[in-house]
Every structure is written in structure tokens, then in C-alpha cells.
């Protein structure tokens, strides 16, 4: 079964805290994607990338960076942890021309104290 | 990225109750996809629309692609227990991005 994992489900880190959230997809997918999801504002994208080292910045990007090293892995990096950014996280690839939308992870919840 | 205005926000069901959500958008999308989140997972696909006009079903949920591009609705018919979540739609212009609606929750009606 292709699946899209996430390296944890819930994490409680503290202010200030560098803080990485790991993805990891076996569907050789070269796009691969990070949005944060929070009660009715829905999905939003923060940053995403279309093959190994590339990146494009989403629609909130700050406080966050991303790594992609590997094809089939995508960090999440948050440089110095505030409160605002506890969230859930959902990472999500697909391919290219791929007519299905995304396939997602889990999710990780976040709770910056 | 381009906003989805998804209504209701949430709503309740009664099991054998059919349900209806919609999208609308500013823009004309290619692709419309309707996606569904359980407690704790991620959102999984249900259904995708590639043609204005075009209406798609899969078992109990029907859902249609606006003839202008600018809209989509998903309907639930015979709803039961498990058909609680929270249902997103999406409209995908590129390869790479999908722009999502902010969600309805449904909820079993107590």
C-alpha cells in the first residue's frame, strides 16, 4: 500500500526550539508539499517542491524553511518555535500531470508551549 | 493562492438523511477534488472532476463540476455514523498546486 509517513503524531516542543517535522513518500512522486491545517481556515500551503533540492515558497512561508535532499523526503523546519505555530501538519506528493490531487500523510499536531 | 468559499461550515446529519455541501471560487480551476478527513488522519481523495458539467459518483456521494469552472458540489445521500469528518474541496489549476476550501465539519445530530 503507497503511503505518505510522517515521522511523528504529536510533538510539544518549546519556544524557541528548532524543530524539524519529517515526510517521507514511496510513491517516487517528485512534487512533495507542507500545509498547516487549523480549525476554519483549512489547508494552507507553506511550502513545496517540484524535484530534489527545490523549493518554492506557499502562501505562509514565514517562520518556516523546508529540505529536500532525497527525492522521497521532505523537512519541515521550524527555525525558532512561537506559539502561533502550533498547528496540525500535513504533508502531502504527488506527480507530475497526476490527475488524482494529492495523496496525504497522517498529520503531526504541534503544540508549541 | 486562490480562496475557495466552501458553505456550510459544518452541519449535523441524521442517519438516512441525503446532505449537500458546495464551493465557489473567484477563479476557473481544471480540476475540482473533493476530499475527506477523519479524526486524526489525513484528508483522503473521494472524488475528482476534470470536465465542466461533468457529474461523478462513487457509492453514496455524487458530486459536480460547475459549468462555468467556478464551482463544484458534493452530495451525501442516506447518510450513516461514519460519514462524520470533515470534508474539503479543492480546485487545481497546475501540476503542482491545489488550492483548498476551508472545510465542513459534519457531526452525528444528538
Known amino acids: 500500500d503507497v503511503k505518505v509517513t510522517q515521522s511523528s503524531r ?14 517521507v513518500q514511496d510513491m517516487d512522486h517528485e512534487n512533495m508539499f507542507w500545509y498547516r491545517q487549523d480549525p476554519g481556515l483549512g489547508l494552507r500551503l507553506i511550502y513545496f517542491s517540484y524535484d530534489v533540492k527545490m523549493k518554492e515558497k506557499g502562501d505562509i512561508p514565514e517562520g518556516y524553511s523546508v529540505s529536500r535532499e532525497k527525492k522521497e523526503r521532505f523537512s519541515l523546519i521550524l527555525e525558532s518555535a512561537s506559539t502561533n505555530q502550533t498547528s496540525m501538519y500535513l504533508c502531502a506528493s504527488s506527480h507530475p500531470g497526476q490527475l488524482y490531487g494529492y495523496t496525504f500523510g497522517s498529520g503531526t ?5 | 493562492g486562490q480562496q475557495l468559499n466552501q458553505s456550510p461550515q459544518s452541519m449535523f446529519i441524521q442517519e438516512g438523511e441525503d ?4 464551493c465557489t471560487s473567484s477563479s476557473i480551476f481544471n480540476t475540482w477534488l473533493w476530499y475527506k478527513q477523519d479524526p486524526g488522519e489525513g ?15 462513487n457509492g453514496r456521494l455524487t458530486a459536480q463540476f460547475g459549468i462555468t469552472r467556478k464551482d463544484s458540489f458534493l452530495n451525501i445521500s442516506a447518510s450513516i455514523p461514519s460519514d462524520v469528518g470533515i470534508y474539503f474541496c479543492a480546485g487545481q489549476l497546475s501540476d503542482y498546486k491545489l488550492s483548498f476550501g476551508a472545510g465542513t465539519t459534519v457531526t452525528v445530530r444528538a
Do not use: D, H, Q
Request: net charge positive; glycine share 6%.
Open chain 1, 109 to 113: 499536531r504541534l503544540t508549541v508551549v
Open chain 2, 43 to 57: 484528508p483522503v481523495l473521494l472524488i475528482a472532476l476534470y470536465k465542466a458539467g461533468e457529474l461523478t459518483s
Open chain 2, 19 to 22: 446532505v449537500s455541501m458546495n
Open chain 1, 10 to 23: 504529536y510533538l510539544v516542543k518549546r519556544t524557541g526550539e528548532k524543530v524539524f517535522l519529517e515526510c
